[in-house]
T-cell receptor
Framework: GDSVTQMEGPVTLSEEAFLTINCTYT??????LFWYVQYPGEGLQLLLK?????DKGSNKGFEATYRKETTSFHLEKGSVQVSDSAVYFC???????????FGTGTRLLVSP | NAGVTQTPKFQVLKTGQSMTLQCAQD?????MYWYRQDPGMGLRLIYY???????DKGEVPNGYNVSRLNKREFSLRLESAAPSQTSVYFC?????????????FGQGTRLTVV
């Protein structure tokens, strides 16, 4: 079945450092790909998405590119802030658009 | 604009008790989902409903039942709660259509079974 694998955390960075969180997927067909963010005590919020190969999703300085050849959707940010500390989830929507599959999440901790 | 509303926010149950988690969305979405979130396990799909009148099992359906009452509401029932069902439960909804299937989540229900 469809699955998402993302790097384990926590990822600990200093403010203004470069961030990469790796995400790879296994799916039949052409899934849509998403990154969600969860702040403490809250539900998940959509951060960015890409619906086809080579699409780049971006939001709030974060970006990720849908790479079909490597089945990857890595999240990057050039300069993280303390306020970016949260758990980040990579997810895919199956070709039938009927359900969403999530990775296990990566906790990001940014120190001043 | 309420989005996805879950009730209750917190609940403590004794082993063997039953309860229903309620979820409603006001975005006219076709698809609705119930997930559980456990440390180190990410979000695991319990049940989903691709449209009004249909429900399907997800990854971890055992011990749960669901009802898609109408297009807005999707409830999750624990018939006989067990300590293994201690978790944070999230309801979500999406359009269920190509290119726009991002999910919108409720705030979660923190359930403890003792």
């Amino acid at each position: 079945g469809d699955s998402v694998t993302q790097m384990e955390g926590p990822v600990t960075l200093s403010e203004e450092a470069f961030l990469t969180i790796n995400c790879t997927y296994t799916a039949t067909g052409y899934p849509s790909l998403f990154w969600y963010v969860q702040y403490p005590g809250e539900g998940l919020q959509l951060l960015l998405k890409a619906t086809k190969a080579d699409d780049k999703g971006s939001n709030k300085g974060f970006e990720a590119t849908y790479r079909k050849e490597t089945t990857s959707f890595h999240l990057e940010k050039g300069s993280v802030q303390v306020s970016d500390s949260a758990v980040y989830f990579c997810a895919l929507s199956d070709t039938g658009f009927q359900k969403l599959v999530f990775g296990t999440g990566t906790r990001l901790l940014v120190s001043p | 604009n309420a989005g996805v509303t879950q009730t209750p926010k917190f609940q403590v149950l004794k082993t063997g008790q039953s309860m229903t988690l309620q979820c409603a969305q006001d975005m006219n979405h076709n698809s609705m989902y119930w997930y559980r979130q456990d440390p180190g396990m990410g979000l695991r799909l319990i049940y989903y409903s691709a449209s009004e009148g249909t429900t399907d099992k997800g990854e971890v359906p055992n011990g749960y039942n669901v009802s898609r009452l109408n297009k807005r509401e999707f409830s999750l029932r624990l018939e006989s709660a067990a300590p293994s069902q201690t978790s944070v439960y999230f309801c979500a909804s999406s359009t269920g259509t190509a290119g726009a299937n991002e999910a919108f989540f409720g705030q979660g229900t923190r359930l403890t079974v003792v």
